[in-house]
């Protein structure tokens, strides 16, 4: 999907530069708009995510936020984690000392970054 994009504005930086006057304002504006997209292509997106837990600890009920930052890398599908909290801080021991929970929480991420970025439902 992002190949397609890439070949398109580079099509339209080509129109565009072909309607400006003389043949050096059309190889200035054409390398300007590579440079430009290939540094578009390799910038993360930063997002932020809210996601609410329950948890049962013994008899009693631990409800909190988990506030996720990240940057996410379109071009390879990387997550890079930027900053965590927690509205609860007995969370943590259930979120981030548990495995499972991790992947779980990463695989959402994934999967509705996938939905978003493509229209694709799983």
């Given at each position: 999907m992002l190949i397609h994009n890439v070949v398109f504005y580079k099509v339209m930086g080509t129109v565009y530069s072909s309607q400006s006057n003389g043949l050096e304002d059309y190889y200035s504006t054409q390398h300007f708009n590579d440079d430009y997209l290939l540094k578009k292509a390799f910038t993360p997106m930063r997002i932020s995510h809210l996601m609410a837990f329950n948890i049962k600890e013994n008899n009693d009920q631990i409800s909190g936020i988990l506030s996720l930052e990240f940057d996410y890398y379109p071009y390879d599908g990387n997550i890079?984690?930027?900053?965590?909290?927690?509205s609860d801080p007995r969370l943590i021991k259930h979120i981030e000392g548990n495995p499972g929970v991790m992947k779980n929480i990463?695989?959402?991420?994934?999967?509705?970054?996938?939905?978003?970025?493509?229209?694709?439902?799983f």
């Open positions: 890079k984690y930027r900053d965590i909290h927690y990463d695989a959402y991420l994934r999967k509705n970054l996938l939905e978003s970025e493509y229209g694709i439902k």
